[in-house]
């Protein structure tokens, strides 16, 4: 075991702030001042701190395999580069890009130093100025490890990968992280160093508490209570601390639970947007949403279509009867008169001609109602005028199954009942761009949806893919591929989203109610900020 990976498992058992300090520290994060009292904000309250953090620090056993970048490529909404550009880089030597200003390489820079790792922790890779700040951001990178090609796909929800934090990205930024702070240059072991970072932030925040514990005077919170939180119970208790159970009802009032702390941060983010607002905007946004979902809706609908059960049965229909048009199509293919047997010029077009003619004089002259060759006893043929024998009637049926085949039209027409839902199934599946660019449209007003869409869709395109092989090698399509029963279930509930949507929609615009709903959510964020600032002193 590595001695990063022993540190990692003894600071499980820290508290959770100073988790947070490790976490914070092998991320590479600047600690300043804004940084230092944000600890010790948590030093004394840690509830909105995620358990188990350090669980998702990314770190290597063994610095022993050799990991080279071999470029970057796929790049989506990245600074004012275009998407899709590729700069590849040799697996030996030296390579140097260079460009005039605004060209882009510092772009590509900050896609590496956010990929692999440098000290420089603080640079963001900005968005394209030309696209909604909105979209998604994506870069591929192409690696080898240990001379095995591999790749790694950034986006702001991806993990980093473990396999690139082999590589130490240096440049100007990273540089000055050493320069402006005291730093010995000295070997440790990996890992060492985060116990004396994190000693220095502990420092720090002691010296931050203690300065805090010296200057708190509760006569200075005060003004600040008869003006912003008057009326509040905090500001009630902070007036007269003489009333019966003063202690009780302060540790009753400064102990904010998670979804309180959780309602608070949504106070503040939505009041100032709906005091901005109106109901007519508010609806015309629901009007936008709802249309995004019935999209996305209606797309998701289309896929379940393709892997309904009764889909499978019908293009397994088709299948079937293509096969058999196919067997019917040789077998007649297989009919053929030689020399030895028959005349030269069988079954050519004049013979064909020919035997129209008989058929047509046999059935409306000689043997009326009757089918072609005859088959009445002692029948003659009606060219040659001799009885027809068994084997003269073998022949003319055999001529009979030749000159009346519609084997080839049949087969024509499977073929392109087949072509037709094969061009139906693939109208019917968006390529993989337009289709994230659908469920992206929904992503930030309808999060659990789109999460949940991204796993089923992608289930469903490769059963999609299978039917189209199997359509392609016109093969029987197999039972399984059917959309499971959950998907059904998963598309009522958004149903049930888009009966809602309706619903508010009809609701008659009423602005005094609007405004006394946000009235009554400033009262309550008021009341809550009040209460943390007693916490907090």
Same mark, same amino acid.
């Given at each position: 075991m590595s001695v990063l990976s022993e540190i990692l498992s003894w600071a499980k058992s820290l508290p959770k702030w100073q988790q947070y300090v490790i976490v914070h520290i092998i991320n590479g994060t600047t600690f300043d001042s804004a940084k230092y009292n944000e600890v010790a904000d948590y030093a004394l309250d840690n509830s909105m701190l995620a358990d188990n953090m350090l669980d998702g620090i990314v770190y290597h056993e063994s610095e022993s395999q050799e990991v080279r970048l071999k470029g970057i490529s796929e790049l989506y909404n990245i600074n004012n580069l275009k998407d899709g550009c590729i700069l590849d880089f040799r697996l030996d030597g030296l390579t140097v890009v260079y460009g005039q200003n605004g060209t882009g390489k510092s772009g590509y820079s900050r896609v590496i130093k956010k990929c692999c790792k440098s000290r420089d922790k603080d640079s963001e890779i900005l968005t394209n100025i030309h696209k909604k700040s909105s979209e998604r951001q994506s870069a591929r990178i192409n690696y080898t490890i240990d001379g095995v090609n591999d790749k790694y796909v950034w986006s702001k929800t991806s993990r980093p990968s473990v396999d690139l934090q082999l590589v130490h990205?240096?440049?100007?930024?990273?540089?000055?992280?050493?320069?402006?702070?005291?730093?010995d240059i000295q070997y440790?072991?990996?890992?060492?160093?985060?116990?004396?970072?994190?000693?220095?932030?502990?420092?720090?925040?002691?010296?931050?508490?203690?300065?805090?514990?010296? =200057?708190?005077?509760?006569?200075?919170?005060?003004?600040?209570?008869?003006?912003?939180?008057?009326?509040?119970?905090?500001?009630?208790?902070?007036?007269?601390?003489?009333?019966? =159970?003063?202690?009780?009802?302060?540790?009753?009032?400064?102990?904010?639970s998670r979804n309180e702390q959780i309602r608070l941060e949504e106070l503040k983010q939505t009041i100032p947007l709906r005091e901005s607002s109106?109901?007519?905007?508010?609806?015309?946004?629901?009007?936008?949403?709802?249309?995004?979902?019935?999209?996305?809706?209606?797309?998701?609908?289309?896929?379940?279509?393709?892997?309904?059960?009764?889909?499978?049965?019908?293009? =397994?229909?088709?299948?079937?009867?293509?096969?058999?048009?196919?067997?019917?199509?040789?077998?007649?293919?297989?009919?053929?008169?030689?020399?030895?047997?028959f005349l030269a010029g069988t079954g050519n077009e004049a013979w064909k001609t020919m035997w129209r003619a008989a058929e047509k004089f046999s059935k409306e002259f000689v043997y009326i109602g009757q089918n072609y060759p005859p088959e009445v006893e002692d029948s003659k043929c009606v060219l040659c005028q001799q009885p027809i024998t068994n084997e003269s009637n073998d022949n003319m049926k055999l001529f009979c199954t030749y000159v009346n085949d519609e084997s080839q039209r049949?087969?024509?027409?499977?073929?392109?009942?087949?072509?037709?839902?094969?061009?139906?199934?693939?109208?019917?599946?968006?390529?993989?761009?337009?289709? =994230?660019?659908?469920?992206?449209?929904?992503e930030e007003d309808y999060s659990e949806v789109y999460e949940s869409l991204t796993v089923s869709i992608k289930t469903l395109r490769t059963a999609i893919f299978a039917i189209v092989k199997s359509l392609e090698e016109a093969e029987m399509i197999r039972g399984e591929v059917a959309s499971p029963p959950e998907h059904t279930q998963f598309l009522q509930d958004i149903d049930n989203l888009l009966e809602k949507n309706k619903v508010d929609l009809a609701d008659p615009l009423n602005d005094e109610a609007y405004r006394e709903a946000i009235d009554k959510d400033k009262e309550e964020y008021r009341d809550l900020c009040s209460r943390r600032l007693l916490k907090q002193h």
């Open positions: 990205v240096f440049d100007r930024t990273s540089g000055e992280v050493f320069v402006s702070k005291d730093a440790k072991p990996s890992g060492m160093d985060i116990l004396d970072r994190l000693a220095d932030v502990m420092l720090q925040v002691a010296t931050i508490l203690q300065a805090r514990r010296e =200057n708190l005077q509760m006569n200075d919170l005060v003004p600040l209570f008869r003006t912003d939180y008057a009326g509040t119970k905090a500001a009630k208790l902070i007036e007269d601390f003489s009333i019966p =159970n003063a202690l009780a009802v302060y540790e009753s009032l400064s102990a904010l109106s109901p007519t905007k508010e609806r015309d946004k629901l009007s936008k949403r709802n249309t995004l979902l019935i999209n996305v809706r209606n797309y998701f609908s289309s896929l379940l279509g393709v892997v309904s059960k009764s889909k499978i049965a019908e293009l =397994n229909r088709i299948i079937v009867s293509l096969l058999a048009a196919k067997k019917n199509a040789a077998d007649v293919e297989r009919i053929h008169f030689d020399s030895t047997h049949i087969l024509a027409e499977c073929v392109r009942a087949l072509q037709e839902v094969q061009n139906e199934i693939s109208s019917t599946l968006k390529s993989p761009n337009d289709q =994230n660019i659908l469920l992206m449209s929904i």
